[in-house]
């Protein structure tokens, strides 16, 4: 019998070996949420267009054995695909019966919550850490780091996060529907999370270990949910090394 070798997740990595990219993890939690063995690989920004014999612009890319796909949507698809013996993460076709897996069918609601998050969550985070990722970056990738974003939004770091008061009042307020549907089920995604949970809880990891922000105030409903997402997994989340948190 051939031992099959982990999955390897080729996974974005900040100074004092933060991982702190909201697209890997979300593909860490489907991972985890499908119970599939896995290894991640630190990977640098300029280390990316060497990953998997070179091809790849972004990463999460992952290696299956001879199979790599790259694209955070497209690896929660392969592995729904590859793995459907496992608990699902859209909850396609679950019956519940399998540990973890939720009655739901969230696919198509993944992929509006992505697409809506990245407009009402990342755009306006971004607006507000985005000097801060710089400052956590490995000092080989901040000159790239630095360049690539001033050419592609037009100013420089300092400049973009110089309205981030007024920002974070907007994106407080941008997760209101997210608290409305929390007062009336535990996950996003009803009785236990699924993919659109992880989109979410992803975004806001990224903040918690690259940034001192406090991006909740304290009475905030939905502390409570992300205290949920943190331990999920035996902690996945949780249990990153607490210098990566709030400084
Ligand atoms: N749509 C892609 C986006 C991936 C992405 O943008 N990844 C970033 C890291 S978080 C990246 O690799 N950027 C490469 C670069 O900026 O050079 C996904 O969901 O996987």
Redesign the pocket.
């Known amino acids: 019998m051939t031992i099959k070798s982990p999955i390897k997740l080729y996974d ?1 990595v900040g100074a004092d070996g933060r991982r ?5 993890w ?2 860490q939690f489907a991972l985890a949420h499908k119970g599939l063995a896995y290894a991640t690989v630190p990977t640098k ?2 280390e ?2 060497a990953v998997c014999g070179g091809g ?5 890319v992952i290696e299956d054995g001879a199979t790599q796909v ?6 929660a698809n392969y592995l729904e695909e590859t793995y459907p013996d496992r608990p699902s993460v859209f909850g396609d076709g679950a019956s519940g019966d399998v540990p973890g897996d939720a009655p739901g069918g969230a696919r198509g609601f993944s992929l509006f919550l ?1 697409h809506w998050g990245m407009r009402n969550i990342s755009f306006p985070l971004l607006h507000i850490i985005i000097k801060n990722i710089y400052d956590r970056l490995d000092e080989a990738d901040q000159p ?2 630095r360049e ?2 001033e050419k592609r939004f037009g100013k420089t770091l300092e400049e973009l996060v110089e309205n981030r008061d007024e920002t974070m009042v907007q994106f407080r307020d941008n997760l209101n529907p997210l608290r409305t549907v929390l007062a009336d089920q535990r996950y996003l995604s009803g009785a236990a999370p699924l993919y659109p949970d992880y989109i979410v809880t992803a975004a806001l990891l ?1 903040v918690r270990i690259m940034s001192p922000v406090q991006l909740l105030a304290d009475d905030d409903p939905l502390n409570d949910w992300f205290n949920r997402m943190l331990d999920q997994f035996d902690g996945l989340a949780r249990n990153t090394p607490k210098e990566w948190v709030g400084v």
């Open positions: 974005l702190f990219s909201s697209n890997c979300r593909s920004f300029t990316i267009s790849h612009k972004t990463i999460p790259c694209d955070s949507w497209a690896i992505q790239y780091f690539t974003r990224w």
